[in-house]
């Protein structure tokens, strides 16, 4: 299956180089961009022994085992600088800092994601409650709850454990 597919993408991008000119006539770049959309959405395999290696024990019961750090512990919660949060497994861009806001909550909290497949949800019914669970649509780390109770536009707020995340500063 993934030679296939190596083969499938070696094939579109010889394609893409012969015959996805620009206009200069030197590079694909919108079909390039593409490929490279696609490869950074790809799924991650990664065993759990493999997972262990790359994050903090921390990141690992949260991200993985599906934990939730303390409010008020998290070093993103009241962070007000200029940036994009990216997924601190695979570095998927997650959210904006255009979009945090205030929720008294002690987790960071946003009310839309960059764009609607930054992010995965899926029904949680854990701990005797019906909730939304996000995750990472690239690694499949979980990151935290989406709630009806956020403001507007959206109405969102999704609740992000601190330690799912990175900050990329702007």
């Not at 030679?3 to 070696?10: E, K, N, R, V």
């Not at 949680?124 to 019906?130: E, I, P, T, Y």
Request: glycine content about 8%; some cysteine.
């Amino acid at each position: 299956m993934r030679s296939a597919a190596a083969l499938i993408f070696a094939v579109s991008f010889s394609f893409l180089c012969a015959f996805g000119k620009s206009e200069a006539g030197d590079k694909p770049k919108a079909k390039m961009a593409l490929i490279k959309e696609k490869t950074m959405n790809e799924r991650w395999k990664k065993s759990d022994a493999e997972w262990k290696k790359i994050l903090s024990p921390e990141q690992y019961k949260v991200l993985r085992d599906k934990g939730t750090e303390r409010a008020f512990s998290g070093k993103w919660w009241d962070n007000h600088e200029k940036g994009i949060y990216v997924c601190g497994a695979c570095r998927l861009e997650l959210f904006s800092s255009e979009t945090k806001f205030e929720s008294g909550t002690g987790w960071p909290s946003f009310w839309a994601p960059i764009a609607s497949s930054s992010v995965a949800t899926e029904e949680d019914n854990s701990f005797f409650s019906k909730r939304t669970e996000v995750l990472c649509p690239r690694c499949g780390g979980h990151l935290g709850h989406v709630f009806n109770d956020g403001p507007k536009p959206t109405g969102l707020r999704y609740c992000m454990n601190s330690v799912s995340l990175d900050f990329e500063k702007k």
